[in-house]
């Protein structure tokens, strides 16, 4: 989360395959404004929406959260939000072929934010394949499991000689370490 740093402020959050919402709960606690989980187990689903609620009944301006409980993929195909989101997090099962299926909707779907960033959890054994709609931002490896950084490359100009985007003002600035693609290990 520190990684994220100023971009936690004020935030939309998707987590994607949410489990016990501790993602959304961490995003809720560092100022996001909001936080939508989708979870397809019922009973994560109902321990998820337990756990949202109570941090969001502690912090003034009251947040806003949804749990839904569906498939991740099924629930993206139907794109329907009136808030795009700034930070999606997505922690399938490492062994699912969910990656690149959900990359897709996201890429091609209303669901993004135009500075929005992909953060995919993942094992450090296996990187994720995804289509050639997303550039990376960032990687960090922690032991067994790994962070991918991505945004979209349509947020990117045509007819730059590199990937980062125009580099302006001072979100830019806080955001540059972020956009500077590096791989960091930590032995946990």
Known sequence: MSILGSRLN???WLDLCSGSGVMGCEALQRGARGVV???KNPACARICTK???TVAESLK???RIRVV?????SWLRQCRTKQPFNIVYFDPPYKSDLYSQVAVHLSHGCWLDQDALLVCEHSSSKSPELNKDWVVMDQRKYGASSLLMLSPRAHFRSGDTDSMPPQTGLRASQELNLRQCRTVGVRS
């Open 61 to 63: 301006p009251k947040p």
């Open 51 to 53: 756990n949202l609620q």
């Open 10 to 12: 004020g935030c939309y």
């Open 37 to 39: 989980a989708i979870e």
């Open 69 to 73: 409980r569906k498939n991740v993929v």
